[in-house]
């Protein structure tokens, strides 16, 4: 007799591990109990008049290559494409900079760029070179990625380079994100080196040996949301069942499995893989460890396309998009010159704007409608380039409570829930975004991790 497996969340969490669990062990009856009336959760992508627009996640880190070799698996090799390269900028003193040439992720790592910069003082670039002689120090267990570059770099590079850059990854206060659940390696490199600067210049040179620089990031001729659709049809036919508009209400163990509650019914499975948002399953699980997702925090954040006629938009600058400052007195946190970064975005003639809102702690997103938001961004937009008439077409997506909070001490309190769940919920695993990472690729390694577990149990 064939053992069932529910998999709450049909979002690429839950999808991929579908399909890790069904190519481990086909002895389990797969049901994905799906809340909408879609696959894929946060991706989502305009397809229309020849534009491919991502209105979630823009695309993935090609570097974390399981996304690549799970789309390889089902036969999308060749619909991958690779961003376009160019010079990226920070918006702070109310002006574009471009980001000084060797940097990574902020820090520098070639003298004469970060010298000849003037996003950074005189005074900011002598404090950054102490970071020569600053001894590494313990974290005592972990520290805030503030407090890191701060005590290494000093404040004006953390602020005016580093943060921008760093922060809009996690949506978070740099100031409250948890080193070790975020950046760990940095740490790991400085204590190598016995500094960071020192570090991720050797870090580099090994970079600069494996070839010719490429793009860094990933993504799929006709959309992220086309590698959710294969997805979704390698798992049926493999004979998955996907069942939309099912909303599950409870979890409860038995003896034996888990009952749960889905549309008013209750339906039992012998183990269960939970891959949505803690703000969900929260309400299902709060005993020991387990209250922590209780309080953790979220920032609601959105992304705001806008198409121009090419004539419209007076953009020379050679590069894919700017981060912005958090001392700078906009709503907006980034902006992707999408046409440029992507050549298959939009049509011949057209410019595509990809705005980003939303920071720890503000409104912005909650307390206005789409009309709004679009007026607040195209106000932003307008301080740092020359843009005339109104957009073609707008599309405003909101994400509220969709960045989950990786606070100091996030991961560690993650190793107690997990080993919690292991030992108090048998044959049940809770992964995701709000518990290790926040990437797609690396929801996807948690998926095949989650998958495995219950394959061998």
Known sequence: MMKRCAIIGAGITGLSAAYYLNQENQDYAIDILEASDTPGGKIKTYRKDGYTIELGPESYLGRKKIMTELATEIGMKDDLVINNTGQSYIYAKNKLYPIPG???????TEVRPFITTRLISPIGKLRAAMDYVIKPKPMNPDVS????????????TLENLIEPLMSGIYGADIDKLSLKSTFPD?????EKHGGLIKGMRANRKKMNSKGPKIGQFRQFKNGLESFIERLAEVVTERGVQ?????KVQAIKQTNSGYEITINGETHYYDSVIVTVPHTVFKDWFNDGPLDY???MKTTSVAT?????????????ANGTGFVIARNSDTVITACTWTDKKWQHAAPKGKTLLRAYVGRPGDNVVNENDEETIVKLARKDLDKMMDISGDPEFSIVTKLPNSMPQYEVGH???IHAIQHYIATHYPNLVITGASFEAVGLPDCIAQAQKAALKIAHR
């Not at 990625?145 to 701060?150: L, S």
């Not at 996907?242 to 099912?246: E, F, L, V, W």
Request: aromatic share 12%.
């Open 145 to 156: 990625v503030g407090a890191f570059f701060r005590r290494r770099l000093g404040n004006e």
């Open 102 to 108: 060797g940097a990574i992720l902020g820090i520098p």
């Open 304 to 316: 705001v396309v806008m198409a121009f006629d090419e004539s419209q938009v007076n953009n020379k």
């Open 242 to 246: 996907i069942k939309y508009n099912n």
């Open 411 to 413: 991961i560690d309190k």
């Open 186 to 190: 940095f740490k790991v490199t400085e």
């Open 293 to 295: 997702f209780q309080t």
